[in-house]
Each structure stands twice: as structure tokens, then as C-alpha cells.
DNA sequence: CATGAATGAGCATTCATTCAT
DNA sequence: TATGAATGAATGCTCATTCAT
């Protein structure tokens, strides 16, 4: 496979050039939604944007540049989502309350775009421009990691690298195929709950042990 | 994008044509193998076989199918894999005995081709074929929600059919990550381990909280 | 510049693909004549043989590849002119009656098809498809060659094939140069006598030297 | 193929617009021998000269006005170079003296720019802008038959431009020739020997039969 | 005059698909 | 049934040229 360029080739300067580009990635975007990855092409963007092809080719090298634009524009939403509502929430919380808003966060930067969220990681394949997005999945991670560690006299693992890679990644596939097969989960706010008791369950069983007996996190209320 | 079909044309009978048949799929098989899906085609595949294109049309309405018949034969063959696993597991069993074989037989049956796995699931997920997976992964579902009911005066959770979801939901995620991203948590067995663990708390989280305190699944050993 | 490939992709078996070939190479050499290297495109060549772009590149990789094509039939008749003449020439002939009959060669097998001759001269870049060219060039070289060498006693240089070059390199030049900018000396015959005092004075100087005495080959008579 | 213009929109009156001009001009010769004719574009060329596209729309219509201008003054430096060695040359000298002074005039003309040279011949001829070189050797043939004229009573030939013609289309081929596929002789000076040889012998073969005869211009000595 | 963003016709090339043999 | 020659729509991409700023 050929070595693919996915940076743009040159950076808008004059202010007509910025709303081309523009034009060309939110294009790309819908042509992604309505039409998916495969079906993609630059002259159908071109068309879509309203825009000549040789323009397009003035800014991005190919289909994987736009992509990536496209991924970019998105990762760069969602931290960003996410960054705001760390940001609001709580400066002393319990461990639950966190986690609470990781979730939340966590599924409401999917939600700001779904369609367009669910395109990108369905159909877009393993090239460059999912790294952009394994990048917030690094962040979350590191997130979660030192979440982990700032806790860690009340927390019963032992590796906190590897325990929030197991947590990032089963909550991302958890969130993707809920919002892909059980929307009703995730509008009904049980999805949030069982996400919340799966953690919780999983960095401090005690916790949730004692939690579940009492009927919270879906758990069975103990018949004593 | 226009309706396709993935439905194989004819059933082929005799068995010359069952071999030509057959030809074509593993032909498919090691060319998305080798060269990935973006660079399959039917006439490549046909040269693959040893077949004209003419005769692979006879069988085969076109690339989708040949994705589908080959994402068909690994189903098949994962799910012939756990099956097998699961008849040869000792009947009364622990609830730990029961979750260790399933997640072995997950990690085993994607382990048998793993390269064709990991096209299957990186690049193929754009057009329809995946579906077939999804039914594997619903079989897996009706499977851990028999075993949650089977256990139910031990298992402290209230909906089967959700707990059952979610754990495969975010088993599946986690399993595909780490084949991607994390061979190495893999190949060591610490996936197992932790992946047993993310189910065991969620399910007994009791269970785990004392299990845990042993420094088993990864806890951190009590101090006393 | 990238490697060009000349090659015939495969070779046409069947009746029907020989005829396509062949429309195919006859429209290439019917749009060069008409207009010229430059606006040359395989799909003009495709419409101009009534066949299909794909058809075309069934066969040839590329532009390139048809000019060489053209070259190649087009050298082989030359070719075939020149062996013919040379067959049918008087067996013991003195070297001027051989200079002779070889200038007329190349004159004739020029004149064959002499605004396809020119345009594959004048305006195909220095690529592969020139080797055919020059091949035949330096069959000339060698033919003349053979010929100083088996007149070696009445011949007046020293290195017979730094003189066949020259003598080949300066009849090329003056062929093509007449052709374009002096036709009425090759009808009139008068180039012909040009060429034979030229390559007869390089080759016996005082041979001609008594010759152009006499007045012949375009000399002065002599006063006396 | 459409009319093409080769002439500069306006002649450039200003200081500045001259300054703009030589930039396009000299960028223009050196894209031709660092990447050649095919891959000469009026936008590289305007890059590779510091000037906007736009300004060089201004000067030149087209890429064919472009290489007409690079061959407009490779053709009057040749020119200047040969009338330069003309007019240093001693007045009165021999027929092979002012022989000999032409032909390396005719080779240092090419030796100056050799590359640039070589591109324009090779590649340039497809487009009409090779008229100008045409014309300088137009020139040539003058020039020769001055000087063939002026040597009447000791030259051998009859029409002295019909001569003269021969004479610098056989030399201008043969020198093009040998810079292509014979640098060896042009650069050991055998080429000038030969070339010399090849004139003289035509123009005045009695005298190149004594010569020769005493093993000069590459004749073979007599045995006596 | 200079700029460079924008244009879009046109080119090379591929590939799913058909159908005469 | 099998073959493979033929098709042509569609794609990625370039570049000469224009024109608003």
C-alpha cells in the first residue's frame, strides 16, 4: 500500500480560501453520513461543497485528507465537550460522582453527532486518520489512569495502566454497540447505570458488593 | 448506493461446482488476507481461484458476497469453536469454571485466524457483511443470559437480558482493542485474567470483593 | 520520472482480441499522423478504434506503450524494405552501385508512410519506444559497416565502424531534414546524387576526386 | 490541435517588467533541464521564478511562448558564439582553416548549455517552437555558401547552395546524433576530425585524396 | 500591474459486470 | 457450464487559464 499524505498541502491564507476549506470539510462530513466511507469521493465532495475539484485539490492531497479533517474536526469537539463539563463539575467528589461524569461525558460527546460519530468508527478503515482519534482515546485513558491513582488508597487494583485500557476500551465498545443496537438503553439512562456499576464493580468490588445488596447499580436487593 | 446483494446466486450442487465454489472463498480469504479489502476485486479473486470471472459471477453476484461468504465460513467456524468448547466443559462447574472457558473460547476462536480476523473486523465493518458477526455476537448473548439464569441464586443482578448485553458488548470491544492495540495483554494472559474479573464484579461483585482481597484478578492484596 | 512500462500486458490469444490489437495500433498511428504525439490520450486512440478505454488497457499499459507499438510496426517495415532491396540487388556489384541501392533503401522505406515516419521522428520524446529505432539504426550502422570492411582494399579509412556511424548519422540527418524542408530534391532525385559524392568522397576521396572531374556526382568538370 | 500562440503578449517596457521577464525566462530553462518538457507547467514555472501566475499570463500566453522564449535565447547565444569565432578567425586563411573554424564554432555553440541543448532538441521538437532553431541554421547554410562561393576557383561543386544545404543538414544531424548516443567522440575531438574529413571531401575530394593519403582526417596511409 | 484562489475540461486508469463463443 | 474478451461508468488527479481582489 502506498504511503498516503493526509495533511492538508497548504494552509489557507486569504479569508475566500478559509470558507473553501471549510465548505470542502463540512461537506466531507455530510457525504460521510449520507453516503458512507466507501462511496466517498473527491469529486462528489467538490460537488457536495459546491466547489471545483481542482480546489479541493489545492488543499487536500485525497480522500484520506479529508477524512482526517473531517476526524479532526470531530476528536477535537469531543475533547473538547468533555474538557467543558470536567471543567463544571465538582472540584471534591466521591469516586461514584466522578465516574458519574466521565460516563455522562463519555456519551454525550458521542451524542452531539451520532450519525457522524458512528460513521467514523464503523466505516472508516484503520488508517492515519483514526489516529486522531486513538489519541482521545489516550487521553481518556490517562484520564481515567491518574482518576485511578488519585484514589488509590480506596482502589482495589494493582496496574492502573492496564486497568484504565480495560476500562476505556470495553466502555467504548459498550457505548458504540448501545448506540448502534439498544438506543432505548441509553435514552432511559439505564445504560449509564449499568456502565457505572460495571466500573465501579470492576476497580472496587467491595464497594459495589455492598451497593448491589442494597438494589442500587441494578443490582438485586438482598432479601435479609 | 444501490441495493446490493450478497445472497449467493445458486446453490451449487454438484461437486465440481461446490469445489469451484470453495476455491473462490478460500481464494477470497487470502487475497483480503494479503491485500486487504480495498484491494479486492472479483477479476483478482477469480485469478486467485484459478477460475474465470464468468464462473465466479455464476455463484457470487459480486465483491459483497464474496466478503460474506468468507465472513460466513469464519462465523461459522468461531462459532463451531465455542460450541465445542462449551460440550467439552465439565457439566456442574462454578460460575468462574463456566466465564473462564466462555472468554477462552472468544480469545480462541479469534485466535485460530487471526489475521483474517483482523481484516474482518478493521476493514470490513463498511458494508453489510458484518451482520453475520452480529448474530454470532447474539448467540453469545442467549448463551451468557442462559448462564446468568442458570445461576441465578448466586448471580446478584436483576435484568439477565441487559446484564447479558452488556457484558458481551463489552467484552466483544475489549477484545477487538486489544487484538489491535494490545497483543501483548493478550498473548501474556492478562487479558483473560482482567476480562474475567470486569465479569465476575459486575455479576458477584461479592464474590469478587473477597476474591480480590486475596489478590486474585488483579486486586491489590489486603494488608492484614 | 517513474519507470514506464512498454510491454504488452498479455499476449492476445484468441481471433477476436488479435483484431482488436490491431484497431488499436492502426487508430494510434492514425491519430499521430493526424494530431501529433502531444495530443495523444489512450482514450482518443480507444474512441478513434471504435473499442473501449478498457479494452485498450487490456493490452497496453499506456500511452507509451501504443507509440511503441506504432514504432515497432513501423521499424519492422522499414526493416523488411531495406532486407528486400538489399536481396534483390545484383550479387557482385561495385561499391558505388551498393552505396546506391542502400541510400534508395532508406529513401524508399521512408517514403512508405513518410508523414508517420516524420512524426515519429520529430515529436516522440527520447523514451523507450525510440529503442526500436534506434535498433534498426544501428542495424544500418553494421550493414554499412560489413560493407567498408568487405571493399577494405579500395577503401580510404581506418576505423570502419567510427565511419559508419558518421556516415549513417549524417545521411539520417539529411534524409529527415529534405524530407521536411526540401521535398523537391528528393523528387528530383537530386538528394540521392548528393548523398552518394558525400558518402563515396568520405569513404575514397580520390575515388571522387577523378569522378567530380569528369563532372559527375554534382562536380565541375574540369576545364581541360 | 488549436492554434497556438508563441508570441509574448506585449513587450515588457518598464525596468521592473524586464526584471519580471528574464525571472520567468531563466525559471523556464532551468524546470526544462531539471524536469523536462513533459513536466513543465506554467504554475511550476511561475513558482520556481518567484512570480505570481498571473503576472506570467501577462508576458507569455501560454507554455509554448514560454520554451519559444528559451529557445529565442539559446538560438541568439549560439548565433552571437559563431559570429564571435567568425570574426576572430584570420581573414585570409585556407578552405579547411575556415572549415575547421566552423565546425567548432558549430560544437562550442552546443557545449555552452549542453543539457539545455539537449532537452530542446530532444524533447522540444514536438512543438513549433524548433522554427527558430531552424532559422539559425537557415543562417548556416549562408554562411557556408559565402564562404563556398568565395573559394570558387579551388571548390568542386557545382550549385553552392544546393551544397550548402547537404552540407549543414548532414552536420547538423551528425553532431545531434553524437551528442545523444556518442559523447566520447564529440569530447576525444574525433567527431571534429571526421566532420572535417566528411566536408572537405565533398567540397573539394581531390584535395582530401592527397590528404587522406598521407593518413590525415583519419585516412589510411598509403603503403608506398 | 501583481496576486493567487478558483475553475473545469480532460487525462490515465480501474473494475464490476455482461455475453458471445 | 466455463471462458475471457469487451464494456464503460466512475475515480483520482493535473494544469492551463481566468479574474476578483
Redesign the pocket.
Known amino acids: 500500500m502506498a504511503r498516503i499524505r493526509t495533511v492538508p498541502r ?1 494552509a ?3 479569508q ?2 478559509r ?2 476549506v471549510d465548505a470542502i470539510v463540512d461537506a466531507t462530513a455530510r457525504v460521510l453520513v449520507r453516503d458512507g466511507y466507501d ?1 466517498l ?4 465532495v467538490a460537488r457536495e461543497a459546491g ?5 479541493l ?2 488543499y487536500f ?3 484520506e485528507a479529508l477524512v482526517a479533517a473531517v476526524m479532526e474536526m470531530h476528536a477535537s469537539r469531543m475533547q473538547e465537550s468533555i474538557a467543558e463539563r470536567m471543567r463544571n463539575s465538582a472540584p471534591a467528589a466521591t469516586p461514584e460522582e466522578v465516574a458519574t461524569e466521565m460516563i455522562r461525558a463519555m456519551l454525550a460527546a458521542q451524542a452531539a453527532e451520532p450519525r457522524l460519530h458512528r460513521v467514523l468508527v464503523e466505516q472508516v478503515p484503520r488508517i492515519g486518520a483514526l489516529r486522531r482519534l486513538h489519541e482521545l482515546f489516550g487521553n481518556y485513558e490517562r484520564l481515567v489512569e491518574a482518576w485511578l491513582e488519585s484514589n488509590s488508597e480506596r482502589i482495589e487494583v494493582q496496574d492502573a495502566r492496564m486497568a484504565s485500557f480495560v476500562l476505556v476500551a470495553a466502555v467504548e465498545g459498550l457505548v458504540n454497540r448501545a448506540a448502534l443496537d439498544r438506543p432505548d438503553l441509553v435514552a432511559s439512562g439505564k445504560l449509564e447505570e449499568q456502565i457505572l456499576r460495571l466500573i465501579l464493580a470492576y476497580v472496587v468490588p467491595s464497594y459495589v458488593a455492598s451497593a448491589s445488596a442494597e438494589g442500587r447499580y441494578g443490582g438485586r436487593p438482598s432479601k435479609a
Open positions: 497548504k489557507p491564507t486569504q475566500r480560501s470558507a473553501t462511496a469521493s473527491t469529486n462528489r466547489v471545483s475539484v481542482g480546489s485539490y489545492q492531497p485525497g480522500k
